[in-house]
């Protein structure tokens, strides 16, 4: 089986956001006063073949503890789609 691993990693909510207050005050110059807080992180998409749902989750797991994040400043969810392979 094929999976397609949606990745979200976004930093942590006491960690400040240098980006982000610069995206939120381009919004704000250009009319958008509604806007409240701009915060900014990454998204990645891995394929990842496995037997078992639970084992490519645990690997997902692992690779983004060990490098698609840094679990010191940025948290991460991930959503695990089974994709039709060709």
């Known amino acids: 089986m094929t999976y397609l691993a949606k990745i979200y990693v976004t930093l942590k909510p006491a960690v400040s956001d240098p980006a982000g207050q610069t995206v939120l005050a381009a919004l704000r ?4 006063e509604s806007a409240q807080d701009a915060r900014i992180g990454k998204y990645l998409e891995i394929r990842i073949s496995g037997d078992a749902p639970d084992s490519v989750k645990a690997a997902v797991d692992q690779m983004c503890r060990e490098l698609l994040s840094n679990p010191v400043i940025e948290d991460y969810r991930f959503d695990l789609e089974e994709i039709a392979t060709p």
């Open 29 to 32: 110059r250009m009319g958008h």
